[in-house]
């Protein structure tokens, strides 16, 4: 009984890490993708930290990964174009609908995308959308499969688990600090 009991904790905290561990890594990977590849390189306006927390994460993309891996798991898509395809879809739609939310929650835009070709009252346009699309298309054909599998590999690490703590640990106090200390959307 007690085995058992000791069995059942392990998958509990393993699945608990594994899935914490993917909303860390999207989450990072959205950091890069704005403060690094859209200020630095695309607009070439040097360094911008684009999160509304201090470290490198941005959680919005981690939420929004899990949204886009249940939709993918519910349609049993994998191929890499339908994959684009519908990711391109969810994604315009879901950015759309988060300018008006963020309109009336916050008064102002966060993007404005004018300048754009074939924008939509500067909220929506093709070139980010396809962007999305990519994106979308290599976390969930190439990225997220390379993590499960990795994941496999060290699961029962003493390293991993202590690198995983550090790391969640570091983004829970940025979220305290962040929430005691105020936004940085000013």
């Known amino acids: 009984m007690i085995m058992e009991n000791n069995t059942d904790k392990l998958k509990i905290w393993n699945t608990f890490r594994d899935y914490m561990e993917y909303f860390l890594i999207y989450a990072f990977f959205g950091w890069i993708y704005e403060s690094i590849w859209c200020c630095m390189i695309y607009h070439k306006r040097g360094f911008i930290n684009r999160g509304v927390l201090f470290g490198p994460w941005l959680p919005i993309y981690g939420f929004v990964f899990f949204a886009i891996w249940g939709i993918f798991k519910l349609l049993k898509v994998k ?4 994959v684009f395809l519908i990711g391109t879809a969810v994604a315009t739609l879901a950015e759309l609908s ?7 929650v916050i008064g102002k835009a966060l993007w404005d995308y004018h300048g754009y070709f074939m924008n ?13 699309g990519l994106l979308i298309c290599a976390a969930v054909c190439l990225i997220q499969p390379a993590i499960i599998k990795l994941q496999g590999k060290i699961r029962d690490s003493k390293v ?19 929430i005691w200390l105020g936004s940085n959307m000013k």
């Open 79 to 82: 191929k890499a174009i339908p």
């Open 98 to 104: 988060a300018s008006y939310v963020i309109d009336i």
């Open 120 to 132: 939509f009252d500067g909220r929506i346009a093709l070139e980010p959308s396809l962007m999305f």
């Open 160 to 178: 991993h688990n202590i690198i995983f703590a550090v790391i969640a640990v570091l983004f829970v106090i940025d979220l305290i600090c962040r």
